[in-house]
Nanobody, 125 residues
Framework: QVQLVESGGGLVQAGDSLRLSCAASGRTDSSNFMGWFRQAPGKEREFVAAIWWSGGITYYADSVKGRFTISRDNAKNTVYLQMNSLKPEDTAVYSC??????????????????WGQGTQVTVSS
């Protein structure tokens, strides 16, 4: 009942910045948390960042804290991931996710109900 569409990925040099967007449609009023995950070739999907929609509280993986910022625009039903000081190790397919659950481990992909198709981010050195 919720559809998510990511955009903003691309090919950049190390040290550059990108802003990813995730536009939500459908019954978005039921979502409590939205998150960003990424998956690189040969690796498992990993947590990047999450936001509690109502309160605007944010959470980050240690690997991106201080470089990435997650934010929301309630009027546009959109969540953003601002990525600064990008490193080659950030190369991955980035996906956004939403959950209707009011509580849980936001770092665990299993709690999320809906997923976007993903957008490719490639960082060269």
């Amino acid at each position: 009942q919720v559809q998510l569409v990511e955009s903003g990925g691309g090919l950049v040099q190390a040290g550059d910045s990108l802003r990813l967007s995730c536009a939500a449609s459908g019954r978005t009023d039921s979502s409590n948390f939205m998150g960003w995950f990424r998956q690189a070739p040969g690796k498992e999907r990993e947590f990047v960042a999450a936001i509690w929609w109502s309160g605007g509280i944010t959470y980050y993986a240690d690997s991106v804290k201080g470089r990435f910022t997650i934010s929301r625009d309630n009027a546009k039903n959109t969540v953003y991931l601002q990525m600064n000081s990008l490193k080659p190790e950030d190369t991955a397919v980035y996906s956004c996710a939403a959950t209707t659950r009011p509580y849980g481990n936001y770092r665990t992909s299993a709690i999320y109900d809906y997923w976007g198709q993903g957008t490719q981010v490639t960082v060269s050195s």
